[in-house]
Nanobody, 123 residues
Framework: QVHLVESGGGSVQTGGSLRLSCAASGYTYSMYSLGWFRQAPGKEREGVAAIDSEGSTNYADSVKGRFTISKDNAKNTLYLQMNNLKPEDTAMYYC?????????????????WGQGTQVTVSS
């Protein structure tokens, strides 16, 4: 059983930064692809960034150049560094994991999900 726990969310003003963390346990970390997704009120959940077992990354166009996904294999932890935050980044952010061949950004590609951490960006 895979257990994912997000942390690091909070409130920040426009242009600020946050770093989200996702602690993983119960699986062989190196064999999984990992992703960050977000869902704002009234909107569908969307893929933000993903990283596969080989370290290849993929980003949504809306966050390219602002967000960076990374992982620390020794700590079994996934990170999302979020810079130059905008009000439209406000959402619940979820981490997800699955044994994929690549860094997918589709909801259906992931089986294991965390409970989410709220990010609020105010202007």
């Amino acid at each position: 059983q895979v257990h994912l726990v997000e942390s690091g969310g909070g409130s920040v003003q426009t242009g600020g930064s946050l770093r989200l963390s996702c602690a993983a346990s119960g699986y062989t970390y190196s064999m999984y692809s990992l992703g960050w997704f977000r869902q704002a009120p009234g909107k569908e959940r969307e893929g933000v960034a993903a990283i596969d077992s080989e370290g290849s990354t993929n980003y949504a166009d809306s966050v390219k150049g602002r967000f960076t996904i990374s992982k620390d294999n020794a700590k079994n932890t996934l990170y999302l560094q979020m810079n130059n935050l905008k009000p439209e980044d406000t959402a619940m952010y979820y981490c997800a994991a699955d044994r994929l061949l690549g860094a997918g950004l589709e909801n259906y590609e992931y089986f294991y999900w965390g409970q989410g951490t709220q990010v609020t960006v105010s202007s």
